[in-house]
């Protein structure tokens, strides 16, 4: 079975300092992995996913199959970014995805 | 707006009673979600569906059931609420074809068993 886990309930970081919020999985298959962000009081949104290779808001994330990880980064944490994200993964097919249970992100100005 | 809505986004009901939660999207999408967000426990998946009238169950699904007459309809009934199903509940939509599997969620509904 498929699972995702995300080490950290809450990450504090100061402003401008570096952000890493991790996300490891398991997954007998070829992964499609993603990260989600909610803030306060909005709906869960696309951050980025790593087919594309993307970068939003200045968060990137790496799929590591030998470590089996997508940790997400930034470089200088901002205000804004203060929210919920989870990691999530699609196991194709009927595109069902199963998420972690999220790392509350709170950047202290 | 993304094309998807919840409703009611609060309801406080009774142990006992049957709830029905609603989610309209606008989008033509076949494949349609319920999730459950709960602290500690992130969003597990309810129910889906794969087209009209196709259904499946996910990994909490007791004490939950579905129906989806209509491509843009994806209605989800508590069919005896149990204060275990306080929760934050979550619709989702997403179109295989042409995408690379990210979701777009509704706003959410907020439901309280008493």
């Known amino acids: 079975a498929q699972r995702v886990t995300q080490p950290e309930k809450l990450l504090s970081v100061f402003k401008g300092a570096p952000v890493e919020l991790k996300c490891n999985y398991s997954y007998s298959g070829s992964p499609e992995l993603f990260w989600y962000v909610q803030y306060s009081r909005q709906r869960l949104q696309l951050l980025l996913r790593?087919?594309s290779r993307e970068s939003i808001k200045g968060f990137t994330a790496d799929l590591n199959k030998g470590e089996t990880s997508f940790h997400l980064k930034k470089p200088f944490a901002q205000e804004e970014d203060s929210a919920m994200y989870y990691c999530a993964l699609s196991q194709g097919g009927y595109q069902k995805v199963t998420f972690g249970t999220g790392t509350k992100l709170q950047v202290i100005p | 707006d993304a094309g998807i809505t919840q409703s009611p986004r609060h309801k406080v009901t009774e142990t006992g009673t049957p709830v029905t939660l609603r989610c309209h999207q606008t989008e033509n999408h076949r494949y349609m979600y319920w999730y459950r967000q709960d602290p500690g426990h992130g969003l597990r998946l309810i129910h889906y569906?794969?087209?009209?009238?196709?259904?499946d169950k996910g990994e909490v699904s007791d004490g939950y059931s579905v129906s989806r007459s209509k491509t843009e309809d994806f209605l989800l009934t508590l069919e005896s609420a149990t204060s275990s199903q306080t929760s934050v509940y979550f619709c989702?939509?997403?179109?295989?074809?042409?995408?690379?599997?990210?979701?777009?969620f509704g706003s959410g509904t907020r439901l309280t068993v008493v």
């Open positions: 790593h087919i």
């Open positions: 989702a939509i997403s179109d295989l074809a042409g995408t690379d599997g990210g979701y777009t």
């Open positions: 569906s794969y087209g009209v009238k196709d259904t």
